[in-house]
């Protein structure tokens, strides 16, 4: 299936369900998609998450409902899955800037967010600088916490670049350093797939292992921080993340869904992508992105 043609399917059922108690789980499953992979997907093409889209989709339509009819606040609360008045107050006055009582009164601007429309344009004519690479079962040492899948491509959400300070700060990455793959100068942001039914998904901070240096001090392991990371054999796609902050990260992951994936003839593949930061920065990468695929 095109991805166009998936977002596209997707956004027509989510329409059809927005006043149900609708899940990124539910719309995948429609597709015939993994979870991980249908959020990820959806995230980058889209700029926001599922969660996001469902969220302004349903204030929107419930500024429009308290502005034309006179219908009770409460009432409208529960139609559009709010489970209190003070829930809904709160989120209707972020979105629209004025509180839902004010929606009701005459010329009171409210803020309108139409359902996602797909366009047919040109693409492509660019280069894109990419590599293939083939890797076997690869072992690393990482620092691993969980975080909710809703953080990807959720502007203004820093839980991932402050898991990085905070291992910093607390001295966490250097112990790790000693066992890295021949002292290769590389730190490795790993994300794990994300499981059937779960709502988190797993990142770690880590090192490569070899044969030479996988035996890790147990006194590390045992502190519950450390673990191992393990991935399969598999093919990766590589991009240079170029720029100054993550940002180009997500830049990336837009460019291999839009770009990438249509005309290349490979798809995407459930097992951990990963970034790559060098102790050297090199012509403006801020690290490398690797992506598993399979024809």
Known sequence: ?????????????????LLEDIHFHDV?????????????AFSFMSGMTLNSYIRNRRLSMAGQELAETDKKIIDIAMK?????????TKAFTRFHGVSPKYAKTAGTQLVLFNPLAIKVSLEGGRKIDYRIEKKEKQRFLAIVRAFPTEIIQDEGNNDISDFWEECHSRNMIEPIKAFQCDREGRIYGLC??????ETYFEYGIGVLLNSETACVDNILLKTKEYRYWETEPCTYVVFKCIGESGECIGEAWELF?????????????????????FDERKDDVFCELWIPIKK
């Open 1 to 17: 299936m095109q991805w166009i043609e998936m977002l596209q399917k997707a956004i027509d059922y989510v329409e059809e369900h």
């Open 28 to 40: 995948a499953k429609q597709l015939n998609l993994s979870p991980y992979e249908f959020y990820r």
């Open 80 to 88: 559009y899955g709010f489970e209190s008045q003070d829930g809904f």
């Open 192 to 197: 794990a797939p994300l499981k059937e039914n």
């Open 257 to 277: 869904y839009k770009e990438f994936l249509p005309q290349s003839g490979y798809k995407s593949c459930i097992e951990s992508d990963y970034e790559v930061y």
